[in-house]
Nanobody
Framework: QVQLVESGGGLVQAGGSLRLSCTAS????????MGWFRQAPGKEREFVAG????????YYVERMKGRFTISRDNAKRTVYLQMNSLQPEDTAVYYC????????????????WGQGTQVTVSS
């Protein structure tokens, strides 16, 4: 069964940290690009970070670079998103997704999605 399962969301105070995990199963993950996206209420889904399984190359939205770090563990088939210095505006449902090609920053290019995990940052 093709599946992406996220975990690690929760409630955190402003300035705190969380690490999200996304475990892949049921497909040859090394052929894919993995992305983290987020969607806040009333807003469009936006790209946060991405990485290629094959070589570990990473991609970030410039304004999140430095606070958010994406990494992967091939043995565990898991991609992580370390989020530091969280702010209330980071509150959203965070999704991981996979694609084999296309614009890595564009959510419409991804066709495998996890169920999402809620991140809430209180002020």
């Amino acid at each position: 069964q093709v599946q992406l399962v996220e975990s690690g969301g929760g409630l955190v105070q402003a300035g705190g940290s969380l690490r999200l995990s996304c475990t892949a199963s049921g497909f040859t993950f090394r052929l894919y690009v993995m992305g983290w996206f987020r969607q806040a209420p009333g807003k469009e889904r936006e790209f946060v970070a991405g990485t290629r399984w094959s070589d570990g190359r990473t991609y970030y939205v410039e304004r999140m670079k430095g606070r958010f770090t994406i990494s992967r563990d091939n043995a565990k088939r898991t991609v992580y998103l370390q989020m530091n210095s969280l702010q209330p505006e980071d509150t959203a449902v965070y999704y991981c997704a996979a694609t084999m090609n296309g614009d890595i920053y564009n959510y419409s290019e991804y066709y495998l999605w996890g169920q999402g995990t809620q991140v809430t940052v209180s002020s």
